[in-house]
């Protein structure tokens, strides 16, 4: 049996299988031994109905999951990983390994088809695709309980961001509307095969029952959030009518209703500031 955490039997069995790595599709596996059980651990599975893993690779990750969860469904898109896969997880009965993109799959359908509750995500993500990912969890409306996932560290600092500091974003607001993030803990580059450019970081998002804020047009909200960011730099009064398509003076009389200062930039708001901006211009 190959020891998932030994680089020396990794490279052996993905040579067996005639494996080469795609960097298109973010393939950087996991070879730190402390790592997976720690993601396992503060996952969540326990509590679950079981994990949705998405990209498990070579089944590093699955098999801590598959020691912890009542059951773990493991979505891969790469169809070279499925014979992979069958061997390492052979001694599991608990996991089910499923051939697809995690970007366009029914994942309300697979959660209810395989799974009797809610479940936790845990994925080493392919960076590729991390924050349209994380966004299509948090937006879809899942039975899901908490998201833990490996990303890059840089993308982890604006996805973790609190409101008013550096990093925060489009992407920071967003996502607590639907979660409360947190930093679990960092990963070396070292800790993958092959070696990427980037340090990482484990993070876990636990999803709100009801958002943080009540909103009357949540599309809306998102749009005013993409917009004060996209011109990061520009203040509100001229961020906002640029990015949204508006007139200055629509944009200046909702941000007066608000109570929101039309000379602030956009990391200056909170979630709720950008609510009140969204519904004020709603009732214009
Ligand atoms: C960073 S690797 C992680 C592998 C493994 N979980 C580990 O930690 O070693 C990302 C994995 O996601 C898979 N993947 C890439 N794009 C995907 C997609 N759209 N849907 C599902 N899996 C995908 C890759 O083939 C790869 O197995």
Do not use: W
């Amino acid at each position: 049996m190959t020891d998932l955490a030994n680089p020396a039997q990794i490279k052996a069995l993905l040579a067996r299988h005639g494996f080469h790595f795609s960097k298109a599709l973010g393939q950087n596996f996991l070879i730190n031994p402390s790592v997976c059980p720690r993601m396992a651990a503060l996952c969540g599975a326990e509590e679950a109905a079981g994990v949705l893993e998405i990209g498990p690779g070579i089944g590093v990750l699955t098999a801590e999951l598959a020691r912890r969860a009542k059951k773990v469904v493991a979505l891969e898109l790469d169809t070279r990983l499925l014979p992979v896969l069958a061997e390492t997880l052979d001694q599991f009965s608990n996991v089910r390994v499923v051939q697809g993109d995690a970007m366009e799959a029914d994942l309300a359908a697979l959660i209810r088809e395989e799974f009797g509750g809610p479940v936790a995500v845990c994925a080493n993500l392919p960076y590729y695709i991390t924050s349209p990912l994380l966004m299509r969890l948090l937006e879809s409306h899942l039975p899901v309980t908490a998201v833990t996932v490996m990303v890059q560290k840089e993308a982890a600092a604006r996805i973790c961001a609190a409101p008013g500091s550096r990093d925060t974003g489009a992407v920071s607001l967003a996502v607590r509307y639907y979660a409360s993030p947190r930093v679990l803990f960092d990963v070396s580059a070292g800790s993958f095969l092959p070696r990427p450019q980037v340090d990482s970081c484990v993070i876990r998002l636990d999803l709100h029952q009801e958002p943080p804020v009540a909103v009357r047009n949540e599309a809306l909200l998102f749009r005013v959030v993409r917009a004060a960011f996209a011109q990061r730099r520009k203040m509100l009064r001229s961020a906002l009518p640029a990015g949204l398509g508006l007139p200055r003076e629509r944009v200046a009389a909702a941000l007066r209703k608000a109570g929101v200062d039309e000379s602030l930039r956009g990391e200056r708001l909170t979630l709720a500031d950008f609510a009140r901006v969204a519904d004020a211009l709603a009732e214009e």
